[in-house]
């Protein structure tokens, strides 16, 4: 979560996490910029993985050891804060469903966690900014974190062509 030290949180939404992952290991567990920069992944992720054998046939490399441990940096909050990310979901949920939009569960945690935290979410997803602009989350596409990735020395011209191939 961001810090007195004025550290910006990225939260990753499943796609942009594993478009990026293989590139820029480590991912999750690299702080970069000034002010410092945290990229994190909600821990349902790791739930969703396990659980859907489409994820987890196309994206087999991210159940490989380095992956795994580099995803452990997800966010640890507080039981208060999770509390309010629990309301925040139901609302989310309901809004999600309201304008009849698909949302994974990872999709909606990200975005509760994000309204808790202040945080920026990393999605380029339709649905999930249409929710997002609903409740006034910040949201930044994969192309622009990867600007602020070479902005900020975190990547190189190369990595990011590979990415975007």
């Given at each position: 979560?961001?810090?007195a030290?004025?550290?910006?949180?990225?939260?990753?939404?499943?796609?942009?996490?594993f478009?990026?992952?293989?590139?820029?290991?480590?991912?999750?567990?690299?702080?970069?910029?000034d002010?410092?920069?945290?990229?994190?992944?909600?821990?349902?992720?790791?739930?969703e993985?396990?659980?859907?054998?489409r994820?987890?046939?196309?994206?087999?490399?991210?159940s490989?050891?380095?992956y795994?441990?580099?995803?452990?940096?997800?966010?640890?909050?507080?039981?208060?804060?999770?509390?309010?990310?629990?309301?925040?979901?139901d609302?989310i949920?309901?809004?999600?469903?309201?304008?009849?939009?698909?949302?994974?569960?990872?999709?909606?945690?990200?975005?509760?966690?994000?309204?808790?935290l202040?945080?920026?979410v990393?999605?380029?997803?339709?649905?999930m900014?249409?929710v997002?602009?609903?409740?006034?989350?910040?949201?930044?596409?994969?192309?622009?974190?990867?600007?602020?990735?070479?902005?900020?020395?975190r990547?190189?011209?190369?990595?990011?062509?590979?990415?975007?191939?």
């Amino acid at each position: 979560m961001p810090s007195a030290r004025g550290e910006r949180l990225f939260l990753l939404d499943t796609n942009s996490y594993f478009r990026l992952a293989d590139s820029f290991h480590p991912l999750i567990a690299t702080l970069f910029g000034d002010p410092p920069c945290r990229l994190r992944v909600v821990p349902d992720l790791d739930r969703e993985l396990r659980k859907n054998p489409r994820l987890s046939g196309k994206f087999h490399w991210a159940s490989s050891p380095r992956y795994v441990e580099d995803r452990r940096h997800y966010l640890r909050v507080s039981a208060g804060k999770r509390e309010e990310i629990e309301t925040n979901l139901d609302y989310i949920r309901e809004t999600a469903r309201d304008l009849e939009l698909g949302l994974s569960n990872v999709d909606l945690f990200c975005l509760a966690y994000a309204l808790a935290l202040g945080a920026v979410v990393v999605t380029d997803d339709g649905p999930m900014r249409l929710v997002a602009a609903e409740y006034e989350i910040p949201l930044l596409g994969t192309i622009d974190l990867l600007k602020l990735l070479y902005d900020e020395g975190r990547s190189t011209r190369q990595e990011i062509e590979d990415v975007i191939g």
